[in-house]
């Protein structure tokens, strides 16, 4: 696979400073993939690249012309001076979550998007302690209350999933479980929705259909999964099914190198955690609190904030420019 070119592939081996390594491997990345961004250093708290802008294909209709092009001027999209948007997620909310993440968070001041399955007819109180952390101006969000998953995880075709689903089906469980939702945080106007396993389709084969438009009914924003390490571009993305990172098993310099790649192109990126130091999607404590403090340095450039209020602010801004 070509990266790039020699001197950059030497400098990647050569460069001793994790943040700065971990983002230039990203940037080699793209210009490898992509063949369209040539390598511009910066230095700043960190030492990270950027990129410029120097080659695209030309995809546009044979209608549009240079000037149309040209003349399509964005205002800024972030509040308050920032350079990109970030959205750390947590699914299924483990234990850890409780005990670790939401702390961790409120220490530093950070506001997140927790997605919850509201099982069982006791759901109101065995997730009593999530009320708190609605308090503490996080999102609560929903994960449906089943969580289907595909077949193909085992081996058993008649076994629940996806593919045995309808739409009417996947419809319901959203409903029930955004209405329970709301009983817990009655204060949470909006809460956007998170597809679990990543999947947005029932069926299968010629049955097989999505269900973003039965998010886009409900929910003001879908979380899913994307194309790594492509971020969301507030213009293009699909708020229903917006593409995020799993993290499990990540180190925080990579976690940061992907924010900064968000920086470079005025992107909103979502993480997305499950346990901590717990299960077999985990990410450590120690890499989520690297993450974490450098987004508190960072703040006044980078918009740390939940989906719901991410979603929000992308559709004001859509309508500001005519989008």
Known sequence: MYLATPLHQNRFRQESNPYKAISLFITLMFSGACNCWSLKTEQNGYGFCQWNKVHFKDHRSSNQTDGDAMARQYTPCWPNDCQAAVSLTFDDNPP?????????LNDADLQATFYICPRGDDFMEKLMPWRDVAKARHEIGNHTISHPRSRAFGDDPAAPGYEGMTLADIEKDIV???????????EQKEMSFCYPCYMEHVGCGPLRQSYVPVVARHH??????????????????DLHYAWSW???????????GLVEACVARKCWGILTFHGINEGRLSVTEGDLRELVNYLTINHSRIWTVSV?????????????NGI
Do not use: C, Y
């Open 246 to 256: 799993p993290a499990e098993r990540m180190p925080g310099s990579q976690m940061i």
């Open 308 to 320: 719901v209020k991410a979603a929000q602010r992308i559709l004001d801004w859509r309508k500001e």
């Open 96 to 104: 850890s979550q409780l005990k670790s993440a939401v702390p961790m």
């Open 176 to 186: 029930e479980s955004k209405q329970r939702l709301q009983q817990l945080v009655p």
């Open 220 to 237: 003001i924003a879908g979380r899913g999964r994307g194309e790594f390490p492509f971020a969301n571009h507030p213009a293009t993305v």
